[in-house]
């Protein structure tokens, strides 16, 4: 049994080309005009970037919690560590940034996914919409009218 499918965008390897900037350092280092490399890596770079600049303020911030409410520790469950909360503070800040990366960056609406929303609709906002694109797609000459 065999499976194929095609992966994303994200992760086939894409030419981009390098910025005017770096022209003379290219022309010292015998480099070519544009570097091949997966998107993905891009989204990795900004995300290990929060991670080591902005993620440790996350203990910054439980810890300027805890002073304001006069709390030493947010739990006793690991004697000497502080519970399990303070082990895993920054991991909070960090889970909120990825999530709303994802959302904001990588989450990119296909047509089914519109469509699910479409379907979520009441039926007279779905006749809107759809009265709505048609005129739309006739105004732009990508629909035919009705002969």
Same mark, same amino acid.
């Given at each position: ?35 091949? *490399?997966?998107?993905? &890596?891009?989204?990795? =770079?900004?995300?290990?970037? %929060?991670?080591?600049? #902005?993620?440790?303020? +996350? @203990?910054? *911030?439980?810890?300027? &919690?805890?002073?304001? =409410?006069?709390?030493?520790? %947010?739990?006793?469950? #690991?004697?000497?560590? +502080? @519970? ?17 990366? #994802? ?45």
């Amino acid at each position: 049994m065999t499976m194929s499918c095609e992966p994303s965008a994200l992760f086939r390897p894409q030419e981009y080309a390098l910025p005017q900037t770096l022209t003379t350092w290219r022309r010292i280092l015998y480099m070519k005009e544009t570097v091949t *490399f997966y998107p993905f &890596f891009i989204h990795c =770079f900004f995300m290990s970037l %929060f991670a080591s600049i #902005i993620g440790p303020f +996350g @203990g910054f *911030f439980a810890s300027g &919690f805890k002073r304001a =409410f006069k709390i030493k520790d %947010f739990g006793d469950m #690991i004697p000497g560590h +502080g @519970g399990i909360m303070d082990r895993f503070d920054c991991q909070f800040l960090m889970a909120t940034f990825v999530n709303v990366y #994802i959302h904001s960056f990588i989450n990119i609406p296909t047509p089914g996914k519109l469509l699910q929303q479409v379907f979520m609709l009441r039926p007279d906002e779905q006749l809107e919409l759809f009265h709505s694109l048609e005129d739309s797609l006739l105004a732009r000459g990508i629909l035919q009218p009705p002969a």
